[in-house]
């Protein structure tokens, strides 16, 4: 997989392609109008989509498809140009849209990513909550994504890396739906350099309470927050490490642009499972803009 990437303050210093169509998803805060706005003015079709993980279906403006059903469902984006909106699309719409466009025709795709000036903290103490962020609201839980889910086996080491983001509670929740999850085996990927010089302390004291309680041993990694490429390069390294008795679950809790770099990995791969607890974002959980990403994925 190649992978390009630009960023800018603005959109105007973006190098910009022309689109035949654009993926959008509802935008929560400001960065989400920004950047639908965007597409809806660079594209020539724009399509909503919206995932019902409940049933295993998602949307597509009005029509409603089976997640096994996704090639076809994208099949007429088929040799056509298409920019996923990634700013307001969760991380099982950018895998699906991936693997039906790149995984079976080899189109290259691009992905727009704005990332926030500030995130939503709670609503207590300052100095003794200012860690504690108010982003997510309901979390089902984790549930099998189709075609990503892995039996497991007996005979077999499950290795799990966990892309770590600001709220411990999602790391927690996945170790306690996830008892054969060995503490040997289970690592972190932590986004730094971060977006803002600092942030990536928020992350590290959040889930270092959970890494040092669970007893988490099997390592700790690093890879920009803003760099799909990073997550993707470390995948591979990691997959190229594997022994014929493990299997590899990635858990994609961590920034946005490295969930890019895990679902190009992913529809590389066979025998990749995905560990995904389908949160449920709070509307204004994001302050302001800060830079605009572009990134596009090539199968070579």
């Known amino acids: ?11 105007s210093g973006l190098d910009i392609d022309e689109w035949d169509i654009g993926i959008i998803g509802s935008p929560l805060d400001d960065r989400g109008y920004a950047a639908t706005g965007f597409v809806q003015q660079k594209v020539k079709k724009v399509i909503h989509m919206t995932v019902l993980q409940q049933e295993f279906r998602f949307k597509l403006d009005n029509h409603t498809y089976d997640v096994d059903d996704a090639d076809e469902a994208f099949q007429d984006m088929t040799g056509k140009s298409v920019l996923i909106e ?5 991380f099982v719409e950018i895998l699906l849209i991936s693997s039906a466009l790149l995984k079976s025709n080899g189109n290259e795709v691009s992905y727009l990513y704005i990332e926030p000036k500030e995130y939503r903290r709670e609503r207590k103490s300052l100095v003794l909550h200012r860690r504690d962020f108010d982003l997510s609201g309901e979390v089902p ?41 060995l503490s040997k085996n289970a690592s972190i990927v932590f986004g730094v350099p971060a977006f803002n010089p ?9 889930n270092i309470a959970v890494i040092s309680e669970r007893n988490l041993t099997g390592g700790i990694h690093f890879a920009g927050a803003t760099n799909p490429l990073a997550a993707y390069d470390l ?28 679902a190009l990995f992913a529809i590389e791969k066979d025998n990749i499972g995905i560990l995904y607890d389908h949160p449920i974002k709070k509307p204004g959980r994001t302050g302001d803009i800060a830079n605009w990403h572009l990134f596009k994925a090539m199968v070579k």
Request: aromatic content about 10%; proline content about 4%; glycine content about 8%.
């Open 1 to 11: 997989m190649k992978i390009l990437m630009q960023q800018s303050r603005d959109s």
């Open 86 to 90: 990634s700013t307001t699309l969760g």
């Open 141 to 181: 839980g984790y549930q099998a994504i189709p075609g990503y889910s892995l039996i497991l086996l007996d005979n077999v080491n499950q290795k799990v890396i966990f892309f770590a983001g600001y709220e411990s509670s999602r790391l927690e929740k996945a170790l306690e739906d996830c008892p054969w999850i």
């Open 198 to 206: 600092g942030w990536e302390i928020d992350s590290f004291t959040n």
């Open 235 to 262: 995948l591979i390294s990691v997959h190229n490490g594997l022994e014929a008795s493990e299997q590899l679950f990635i858990a994609p809790i961590g920034t946005k642009p490295l969930a890019i770099g895990i």
